[in-house]
């Protein structure tokens, strides 16, 4: 029996690292495109972390993104930049088909790498990254940084807490209207379905590890692309979640975990920095609420990655042990799986 709602409830504060208090690490950033520039800005505005370096294999690329960000090294490749010795990490930003190389680059150069999500859509290809720079001593993490928000760390805290009792039920979902976004339609680059898809699927990762069961459909493009699609997946036990993806419509990105006892509701959109809702079960129930405050919106909470990666580095980890390598690699075989249902082009 569930126990009647009566008083609010204080929800827990977030564990958040300090900045300052994580090694200043010098950075290079290969593919300075859209994402580089979002990380760039709040490195800048919110960690201690120095980006000394960028590279780009377009012309005049790199030069002008140095003088936005008023970095000192403006390089034409990524060879050239990996070989410095004045950069500790390098930041992958350039799409998925080019991660596997630019990572390993990276790593034969001994550099500690935050790649860009999804690391790829070859399974292989990110075993091989992550095996390499464990051989190497090196750090290796998959830029899922809606893990490292506060809101993340809230929910994590209710969850270990049994705030809503055993999870059954996520709900998630990430509908953007992205037709005018080149990239996303590329085979083996694109795809809402790996590119934002990979959101829901590494919030059901984090709940619940990986399913047993995946059963996905879909509307799919001429090119072999997915439009929209919606994905069952099965659990253990019963648990199970639902995620639609849509590259063609918006809906507010929404998600919440539902358990015996309660629920959790993540603010809008829930993979950047918003709020965190928690119900006891019944119709109508009062929900209490924790929200960010920090003033820190939007991509600008990559900061919150960054200084967590610097954090890992500093104490001689070799993964995340917030998306650690199984994670990212049982992500991108949910979402491989999901991919040979819909029939997503693979190149
Ligand atoms: N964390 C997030 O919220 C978030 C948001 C958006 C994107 N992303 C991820 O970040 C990565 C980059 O996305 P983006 O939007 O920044 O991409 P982008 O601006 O289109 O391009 C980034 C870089 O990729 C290379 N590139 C772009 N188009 C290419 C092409 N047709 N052929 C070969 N190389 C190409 C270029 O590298 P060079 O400069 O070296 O030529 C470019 O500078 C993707 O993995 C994406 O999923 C993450």
Redesign the pocket.
């Known amino acids: 029996m569930v126990a009647p709602y009566t008083e609010p409830v204080a929800l827990p504060e977030p564990r958040l690292v300090d900045p300052a208090r994580v090694p200043s690490l010098r950075w290079g950033i290969?593919?300075?495109?859209?994402?580089?520039d979002?990380f760039a800005s709040t490195v800048r505005a919110n960690t201690n972390q120095r980006i000394v370096a960028v590279?780009?294999?377009?012309p005049g690329?790199?030069q002008a993104f140095a003088s936005a960000h008023a970095i000192p090294l403006a390089l034409a490749s990524?060879e050239e930049l990996v070989a410095r010795e004045d950069i500790d990490a390098v930041y992958i930003?350039?799409?998925?088909s080019?991660?596997h190389d630019a990572a390993m680059l990276a790593i034969d150069a001994g550099k500690h790498v935050l790649v860009?999500?999804?690391l790829t859509h070859v399974i292989t290809e990110a075993e091989d990254v992550f095996a390499h720079a464990r051989e190497r001593g090196i750090l290796a993490m998959e830029?899922m940084?809606s893990r490292y928000l506060p809101q993340f760390d809230v929910v994590r805290q209710l969850l270990e807490a049994g705030a809503i009792g055993e999870p059954r039920l996520v709900l998630a979902d990430f509908c953007q209207d992205n037709r005018l976004l080149?990239?996303m339609w590329?085979p083996g680059?694109g795809s809402p379905l790996w590119?934002m898809g990979i959101y829901p699927i590494a919030l059901c990762q984090m709940v619940f590890g990986e399913p047993a069961g995946v059963n996905a459909h879909g509307i799919m493009l001429e090119n072999g692309m997915d439009a929209e699609s919606t994905t069952h997946l099965i659990y253990g036990g019963g648990a199970r979640a639902t995620i639609t993806v849509s590259g063609v419509v918006d809906v507010p990105q929404h998600a919440s975990i539902a358990g015996e006892t309660g629920v959790i509701e993540f603010g809008l959109p829930f993979f950047v920095p918003s709020s965190v809702g928690l119900a006891r079960k019944g119709f109508n129930a009062p929900m209490d609420y924790w929200f960010d405050e920090s003033g820190i919106r939007g991509?600008a909470g990559?900061a919150y990655q960054v200084t967590a990666f610097a954090d890992y580095v500093g104490r001689g980890l070799l993964e995340s042990p917030l998306h650690t390598h199984a994670d990212s690699l049982a992500c991108l075989r949910t979402a491989s799986e999901i991919s040979r249902q819909l029939g997503i082009a693979a190149t």
């Open positions: 290969l593919g300075p495109g859209w994402i580089a979002q590279a780009s294999r377009t690329r790199a990524y930003a350039n799409l998925p080019g991660h860009e999500k999804p830029a940084w080149a990239r590329l680059d590119d991509h990559l």
